[in-house]
Nanobody, 121 residues
Framework: QLQLVESGGGSVQPGGSLRLSCTAS???????VGWFRQAPGKEREGVSC????????RYVDTVKGRFIISRDKAKNTVYLQMNSLKPEDTGVYYC???????????????WGQGTQVTVSS
């Protein structure tokens, strides 16, 4: 049974940076891992995805050029580096192990509990 834990959220000013971490109790090597967020009053959306293997990461258009998803397989961890943060990036961020290994969609099998990101002056 795969369990995921997010960390690294917090409160920052616009233009600041945060790095979110997603660590699993079981190995993440066989999963595509997605980062999702849910802003106040909005539906949860997929933000970024990294496949189980290879370079073909995905990003929602609103974060392209600002966010970077990566893996450290030795630490069984997936990161989301978030730069040039904007107030509209505010929300609860979740990681999830996805149903398909190559980020072909956003269907998830396992979810973390979420970590709050707040971007404000």
């Amino acid at each position: 049974q795969l369990q995921l834990v997010e960390s690294g959220g917090g409160s920052v000013q616009p233009g600041g940076s945060l790095r979110l971490s997603c660590t699993a109790s079981g190995t993440l090597d066989y999963y595509a891992v997605g980062w999702f967020r849910q802003a106040p009053g909005k539906e949860r959306e997929g933000v970024s995805c990294i496949p189980h293997y290879g370079p073909n990461t995905r990003y929602v258009d609103t974060v392209k050029g600002r966010f970077i998803i990566s893996r450290d397989k030795a630490k069984n961890t997936v990161y989301l580096q978030m730069n040039s943060l904007k107030p509209e990036d505010t929300g609860v961020y979740y990681c999830a192990a996805l149903s398909y290994r190559d980020c072909v969609n956003w269907e998830a099998d396992f979810w973390g509990q979420g970590t709050q990101v707040t971007v404000s002056s």
